[in-house]
């Protein structure tokens, strides 16, 4: 072979469900892993003060790291340069987590001490360097992810690498559960995950791709044999002898749980089974006639070798392009997602797929107080993606490969299936220590993926049904936490405490410990030195609100503030995420997903982040101070007003592009002054994305889930600004029903429909283009450029906050005007949009083009729905603006 085909059934960026992978390019991918690996074994062994591995348990610890940074690394830092990835914390939470415990002064808390301890500068700073260290081998890592473990159609669509990780995991609890008992447990253990991590890194070499195990053997000779002595590498040669003969010292065991794993991360069987089904019927046909040729049934055909060389190259790239099209549907009508097609005796009850679930999320971060906010999301980050992996790694037993993928507050794990009930151990713990519920469900593992999930959220409703929340009376019940509102403070030695005059639980101490060191402290610092900047630490941090939300540092050093400007918290959430990993067809499939939406949301922000850095040093900076959390498909981020927008539309187009046009996201702004309490703030935008803009995309997002990849809808967005008072949920919910009924937004709820603005091309009635070609003419969803816009309104606000006017600020006073002129049209007994819609057009004849009354025609008014977006119109504009007028 000189060529070979990669599948995707989450296609990559432009709808493309294949790629062609030349023999050159598979040697240049085996050479960079060589690379990687190397420099992660140099890395360890500096690590642990060696020149050397010679012990059994060092060889051991080298494959987790091994695993954890290859996997870990895929996760990007929240801001780079400043704030590392959790994900980073995990190697070195491995190698120091006990030591952590063990040095504090009193060690109380364990999962706290974890917390504070790797959170300390020192533990940050190795983590930055590491970070930023391996930057290039993520570019490396992420190009070798696009190798497949297999050439046929439907089993090319797994990494080679990837398959190779979930080979181990299986095989590692595969022999934890049968061969327990064996005194040579510790010894079996790193053989099988050997053999597994490497026995097909032959496939690299197409060429050679059926002699594969000898490339293999000659692959970890040339990578091992110069680190490893003594006891480390008789194991490492026992592995060879296993990939090269299929024996081992250790009897069959070894041999018959490699095959047995390599075979359910394969999933071959049952692809063999249902994919013809999953081929559309003119190539289905034509597929069969080949079989018939052939002489053989297709699933016979299909795991044999010789019958994909007869069928020729040609053939096998148009059968991995209707199979990725049609996998990649989320209906009924997929039968690789047939529940019902669970067969029990095809289940391995073994092992366990579990899914470990912290509960009320949303409960323990809706704290009042900003430092809080951000320690609270970055504890949520921090149990995710470090320590429940590190508990299953260091307490449960399992190795690294185990841990399958995170999202959504949850991680999925492999284990025996009689280790379940160290997962309640893991509950009692981070309950006690930080008080947060968490809960799990699980699954006997199985060919069928989606019905493995199924079971899971089965168990999961239940026992969040049957373990509801106790409720207590306290004595002590007049101390309520001043910041949560929701915990009782009970005596002060017991943890609660004062913070500037408010009395906090014990579990917001942390959340501000964690909070005020990272969020203020350690941002400032690190800003403060890349950017040079002169700046007094705690006068920033007495009016950092006002500051993100654009008050100029001067202002704040004279505290002399003339102007409030508005701040905006955006809330952001993947449409039908859990519906997409849902679906996965394997293991490797739902990693793989994982890693996509992740990096999907994080690419985004941070290409933004980097294009401000590079020229608006004061607005990186309140950007930097606002990114509050950025999760695998969610997150919350505080900005100034005039960059929510932009902002807002970028995240959107930048995910939906980078999901292969698959998935959407959903939007939530709420904008307010600084002083604004944060937690109605919070709640508001909340309440905007949760209640409109996510329930007005869902009926789009079911089609694109169903479908075909789609450019025409990359998401939804709902807003309110609010100029005085404070901005609640109920309050909300007044205004819009409101102005609904008025007619004068498209963010409404009207009897079962639920409307918000999309972003969508300019021709769609709900686009939010439609509003912003009012300010900015001739933009559209294809060729909208967050940077040019960003330009003109940072150069306007800049001037204006300068008390200079410019172009833009004055086309939006101007066009506030007519805005309000329009809103106020009434006849004594009729406030009708007719009324209004008529005004505007007398209004645009007799003044003409001085005035933007025909804009507002052409632009807002929906003839279909009666709307005339008036209201929008005038919010935006106030966004834009950000709050500040010339005087």
């Keep these: 072979m000189d060529k070979i085909v990669r599948g995707y059934i989450l296609p990559k960026p432009g709808g493309v469900y294949i790629e062609e992978i ?106 930055l360097k590491r970070s930023a260290e391996y930057r290039k081998f993520r570019d490396y890592i992420l190009d070798i992810l696009r190798y497949p473990a297999d050439t046929r159609y439907g089993a090319n669509t797994s990494s080679l690498i990837i398959h190779m990780i979930t080979s181990s995991a299986i095989a590692s609890c595969l022999l934890l559960s049968r061969a327990k008992h064996s005194k040579d447990i510790q010894d079996m253990l790193i053989l099988v995950r050997l053999v597994s991590l490497f026995h097909d890194v032959g496939k690299f070499n197409m060429r050679m791709w059926h002699k594969h195990e000898e490339t293999s053997i000659k692959f970890i000779d040339e990578l091992f044999n110069k680190y490893v002595e003594e006891e480390a590498k008789e194991l490492i040669d026992e592995a060879k002898n296993v990939i090269k003969e299929g024996k081992s010292k250790y009897g069959e065991t070894i041999t018959n749980i490699f095959r047995e794993a390599d075979g359910i991360a394969s999933n071959i069987d049952r692809l063999a089974k249902y994919s013809l089904n999953v081929l559309s019927e003119n190539v289905r046909l034509e597929l069969l ?117 995170f999202g959504g507050g949850n991680v999925t794990i492999l284990i025996p299936a009689d280790h379940v009930d160290k997962l309640n151990e893991l509950r009692s713990i981070i309950k006690q220590d930080l008080d947060l519920d968490i809960t799990y ?23 969040k049904m049957f373990e509801a929340e106790k409720l207590e009376v306290d004595p002590n019940i007049s101390y309520i936490c001043d910041f949560c509102s929701s915990r009782i403070v009970k005596e002060m030695e017991d943890g609660g405490e004062r913070i500037m005059d408010n009395l906090v639980c014990y579990a917001c101490r942390i959340k501000y410990d964690v909070g005020d060191q990272l969020h203020l402290d350690r941002r400032i610092d690190k800003v403060r030195s890349i950017a040079s900047l002169n700046i007094d630490l705690n006068k920033l941090k007495k009016y950092v609100m006002e500051y993100i939300a654009g008050v100029s540092y001067d202002s704040i050093s004279r505290e002399e503030i003339e102007q409030y400007p508005n701040i905006a918290l955006i809330r952001f959430d993947a449409n039908l995420a859990s519906l997409m990993m849902m679906s996965c067809i394997s293991i490797s499939d739902a990693i793989e997903r994982s890693i996509r939406i992740d990096f999907s949301i994080k690419k985004a922000i941070q290409e933004f982040i980097e294009y401000v850095k590079g020229k608006y040093v004061d607005d990186y900076f309140r950007l930097v101070l606002g990114i509050m959390y950025v999760g695998g498909d969610d997150g919350f981020l505080l900005t100034p007003s005039y960059i929510a927008i932009p902002l807002a539309i970028h995240l959107a187009k930048e995910f939906h592009i980078q999901m292969g046009g698959k998935a959407t996201l959903s939007i939530g702004i709420a904008v307010a002054k600084p002083k604004h309490p944060i937690l109605e703030l919070y709640r508001s935008a909340g309440y905007l994305l949760d209640s409109y803009a996510k329930e007005r995309a869902r009926r789009d997002s079911v089609k694109i889930a169903s479908g075909e990849p789609n450019q025409e809808f990359y998401g939804s967005i709902a807003f309110y600004v609010a100029d005085v008072g404070t901005m609640t949920e109920y309050s909300l919910d007044y205004v819009i029903d409101l102005i609904g009924s008025r007619k004068l937004s498209l963010i409404h709820r009207d009897k079962d ?97 001085k005035h933007y009354y025909g804009d507002l025609v052409k632009n807002l008014f929906n003839v279909k729905e009666m709307t005339f977006a008036l209201h929008d119109m005038f919010q935006i504009i106030k966004m834009i603006n950000g709050g500040f007028e010339v005087k």
């Excluded at 949520?380 to 470090?386: A, G, P, Q, S, T």
């Excluded at 999930?453 to 409703?461: P, T």
Aim: with cysteine.
């Design 441 to 463: 469900g699980s699954s006997p593992l199985h060919p069928l993926f989606p019905a493995m999930n199924y079971n899971i959220d089965c168990e999961l409703m239940r026992r």
């Design 289 to 405: 006639e080949y079989a018939c040729k052939y002489g053989k049934t297709l699933e016979d055909a299909y795991k044999d070798w010789k019958f994909w060389d007869f069928i020729g190259y040609e053939m096998v790239k148009k059968l991995s392009e209707d199979f990725c099209k049609n996998a990649s549907r989320i209906s009924g009508e997929n039968p690789l997602l047939q529940v019902e097609e669970w067969r029990v005796e095809e289940a391995i009850n073994d092992i366990l797929m579990a899914r470990i679930d912290i509960r009320n999320i949303q409960g323990y971060i809706r704290v009042n107080d900003l430092r809080s906010i951000c320690g609270a999301s970055r504890i949520i980050d921090f149990l995710c993606l470090v320590f429940i992996p590190y508990f299953a790694i260091s307490k449960i037993g399992v190795p690294a490969e185990c841990v399958l993928y």
């Design 22 to 127: 030349r023999d050159d390019e598979g040697v240049e991918m085996i050479e960079k892993y060589r690379e990687v690996l190397e420099n992660i074994i140099i890395d360890f062994m500096k690590g642990k003060g060696i020149n050397k591995v010679r012990e059994k348990q060092q060889l051991y610890d080298l494959l987790n790291e091994i695993v954890t940074t290859i996997r870990w690394t895929l996760y990007l830092d929240p801001i780079p340069e400043i704030i590392p990835s959790p994900a980073f914390l995990i190697t070195h939470l491995i190698r120091i987590g006990e030591k952590i415990v063990k040095d504090r002064e009193k060690p109380k808390h364990y999962v706290r001490d974890l917390i504070i301890g790797m959170h300390e500068p020192s533990a940050m700073e190795h983590t």
């Design 753 to 849: 429909k639920v409307s918000s603005l999309t972003v969508s091309r300019v021709e769609k009635e709900d686009s939010i283009f439609r509003l912003l070609n009012v300010v900015f003419e001739g933009i559209d969803v294809d060729t909208f450029n967050y940077r040019n816009i960003l330009d003109v309104i940072v150069d306007t606000v800049n001037k204006t906050r300068n008390h200079v006017k410019s172009n833009l600020y004055e086309k939006l006073v101007d066009l506030r005007n007519d805005v309000l002129d329009v809103m106020k049209a009434a006849l004594p007994t009729d406030d009708g949009i007719k009324v209004k819609l008529i005004y505007a057009k007398r209004q645009r004849e007799r003044l003409g083009e």
